[in-house]
């Protein structure tokens, strides 16, 4: 089982960035998706969440409006378009796929958001 991140780097404050997460090893179409994002001294805290067939979302308060969560299930595949970043969304981005009988969680992706 394997969820890996990729698409994090350096961005300048009102810049974009795409996060994609690869999911193997298991069903992922059966499975919400999630991302994550821990901050330096922060608690972890939900960004955003897809429901296994797609369509349904939910944003955390802090990104709503500027980030979209979105699934692609043949390429098992879930994404995050991070658009208007702001020095505040610097953190390492995790991806977690959960059902009612599994937890999975990715190594995080570093994003930073500094002029």
């Known amino acids: 089982v394997r969820l890996v991140e990729s698409g994090g780097g350096l961005v300048q404050p009102g810049g974009s960035l795409r996060l994609s997460c690869a999911a193997s090893?298991?069903?992922?179409?059966?499975?919400?998706a999630r991302w994550y994002r821990q901050a330096p001294g922060k608690e972890r805290e939900l960004v955003a969440d897809?429901?296994?067939?797609?369509?349904?979302?939910n944003y955390g308060d802090s990104v709503k409006g500027r980030f979209t969560i979105s699934r692609d299930n043949a390429k098992n595949t879930v994404y995050l378009q991070m658009n208007s970043l702001k020095p505040e969304d610097t953190a390492v981005y995790y991806c977690?796929?959960?059902?009612?009988?599994?937890?999975?969680w990715g190594r995080g992706t570093q994003v930073t958001v500094s002029s």
């Open positions: 977690n796929a959960q059902n009612s009988y599994y937890d999975y």
């Open positions: 897809i429901i296994s067939a797609g369509g349904r979302t």
């Open positions: 090893g298991f069903t992922f179409s059966r499975f919400v």
